[in-house]
């Protein structure tokens, strides 16, 4: 079973509508979450992190942590065609000094 | 300069040369780390320094060989690769690897430096 996994997609939303962005993990000790995005020959930027149970909102974007069902989600509203990007998610592994990344899922907002 | 800096942006190497990748960042942090990426395969982390201590080793390959002199400064060595390992090197860095605040762990990263071997 991999460490992280996400959805490769790729998923294609139409502009206005809610992407919604899906991440399991393994590590039912993980305390730490993170969404990155990643543009076409870009390097990965933050959007945000989670570590407590529930939904944290940071204008469009809404991130939703169960750690009982080990799972965690992005949510962006009215979506753009600027949010097209690769989207990747990372958990802290518990006692480890690293990020463990899932391969990334691809979204593409259609005018 | 600001943030994390990655030179050389590209490199095309053949399979006998040496050749090194250089980051700095000019965060104040105090872990940095090296990350492959590859087409269709998630980010590989494959080392971590913490206070210029190296703290993970992911099995890389002894052709990649990692240095830290101090807490701004990150190389990686590269010598008789394959061309398997040609892919995109992502340096990061954090404010404390160790730390379990969430806020202590978040990546910045740097542009990349893309290999090519030929």
């Known amino acids: 079973q991999k460490e992280v996994e996400q959805n490769s997609g790729p998923l294609s939303v139409p502009e206005g509508a809610i992407a919604s962005l899906n991440c399991t993990y393994s590590?039912?000790?993980?305390?730490?979450f993170f969404w990155y995005r990643q543009y076409s020959g870009k390097s990965p930027e933050l959007i945000m992190f989670i570590y407590s149970n529930g939904d944290k909102e940071d204008g469009r974007f809404t991130a939703q942590l169960n750690k009982a069902s080990q799972y965690v989600s992005l949510l962006i509203r009215d979506s753009q065609p600027s949010d097209s990007a690769t989207y990747l998610c990372a958990v802290k592994i518990q006692g480890a000094q690293k990020l463990v990344f899932g391969q990334g899922t691809r979204l593409t907002i259609n005018p | 300069e600001t943030g994390v800096t990655q030179t050389p942006r590209h490199l095309v190497m053949g399979m006998t040369n040496k050749k090194s990748l250089k980051c700095e960042q000019h965060?104040?942090?105090?872990?940095m780390y090296w990350y492959k990426q590859s087409a269709k395969k998630p980010l590989e982390l494959m080392f971590v320094?913490?206070?210029?201590?190296?703290?993970e080793n992911n099995s890389v390959p002894s052709r990649f060989s990692p240095e830290c002199p101090n807490s701004s400064h990150l190389f990686l060595h590269l010598h008789t690769l394959q061309p398997e390992d040609s892919a995109l090197y992502l340096c990061?860095?954090?404010?404390?690897?160790?730390?379990?605040?969430?806020?202590?762990?978040?990546?910045?990263f740097g542009a990349g430096s893309r290999l090519t071997v030929l």
């Open positions: 990061a860095s954090s404010q404390d690897g160790a730390s379990g605040a969430s806020g202590a762990n978040v990546l910045t």
């Open positions: 320094y913490n206070f210029k201590e190296q703290t």
């Open positions: 590590d039912r000790g993980s305390q730490s």
């Open positions: 965060l104040g942090h105090n872990a």
